[in-house]
């Protein structure tokens, strides 16, 4: 029966992603928000996309209270999320799509945490026991990039694979927060690339997989930030990854083992956690590595991964120099 779910879950998710390339999301109402960050005039600012791929309006130069990164906004909290909020239907302060350059949601968070093995297809496909407990790795703030920016393929790995995520921002500061007051510390979701070199991650180093993880270049996060107002129910999303337009990962969130609140107050246990850190919830199933044969990135690849109600990141795929 779990392996009849499996392939009806992958024929749904197959048509989301012939489909999904072609919607808009537009704002339906002032309090929910696609936050992003770009440059405009070589400056780096903040501000409100109005709908999935279109003009933004330019929060940092339209009031002085806000600043030019979003961990810095975050860090102001609900005061400052609900004054960006009186901006969202302004006709003032807006600069059209083509005239800045998309950067990441986030740069630089104090942490990336990452749940692995946290789909239950995933773990399906690998023939692997659902953990008890979530398993827990790290990944550099280093290793962000925009959509847009390549895929850096590192000379010492022949083994580079995609992983589409759902990523949780968080809003506020908190340690031991217990699981029923979790999503009060979400500021919103993007989309995340867990890029993996999988010979680092499970044959080198002692198999332990930061380094596998961590590359440069190997965490593409975005095109926004969406409010947690606007995706009232993460677990049922449907999430994809294409290579070179052809569907590689297709899933739903519903396929998630530990929820977005479980995985919030078990790390909190062990960690504080900071305005913009990104918790990255896992990937489904259609990884490179368990495909027979193996499948791996190679040099001129396209890469989108997407994530309903939120949008989608593309990168080409290149060899270091």
Known sequence: MLRQTFFASRRVCYAFCKVFGNREFSISATNKMRLLQFKY??????????????????????????????????EKGESLLNAARKYSGAQSHIITRSEI?????VTRPDKIICVGMN????????????????????????????SGDPIVLPKISDSVDWEVELAVVIGKRGKNIEESEAM??????????????????????????????????????????????????????????????FPMQDSSTDQLIFKTEEIIAWV?????????????????P??????????????????????????????TVVAEE
């Not at 953990?131 to 790290?138: M, V």
């Not at 490179?288 to 997407?306: A, H, L, Q, S």
């Open 101 to 105: 350059k998309l950067l990441s949601p």
């Open 119 to 146: 789909y239950k297809d995933h773990c399906l496909e690998q023939n692997a026991p659902i953990p008890e407990e979530p398993i827990i790795f790290s990944k550099f703030p280093s290793c962000i990039i925009a």
């Open 41 to 74: 005039q070589d400056k780096q600012k903040v501000g409100i996309e109005l709908k999935d791929g279109g003009d933004v309006i330019n929060l940092t130069d339209a009031d002085p209270q806000f600043p030019d990164n979003m961990v810095a906004f975050l």
């Open 268 to 284: 909190s246990q062990f960690s504080t956690l900071e305005p913009g850190d990104l918790i990255l919830t896992g990937t489904p």
């Open 286 to 315: 259609g990884v490179g590595v368990f495909r027979k044969p193996p499948v791996y990135m190679k040099p001129g690849d396209v890469i989108t991964c997407e994530v309903e109600g939120i949008g989608r990141i593309t990168n």
């Open 184 to 245: 009060d510390y979400v500021a919103g979701y993007t989309v995340a690339h867990d890029v993996s070199a999988r010979d680092w991650q499970m044959q080198k180093n002692g198999k332990q997989w930061l380094l596998g993880k961590t590359f440069d270049t190997f965490c593409p996060l975005g095109p926004v930030i969406v409010t947690k107002d606007a995706l009232p129910n993460p677990h049922k999303l449907a999430l994809c990854c294409l290579v070179n337009n």
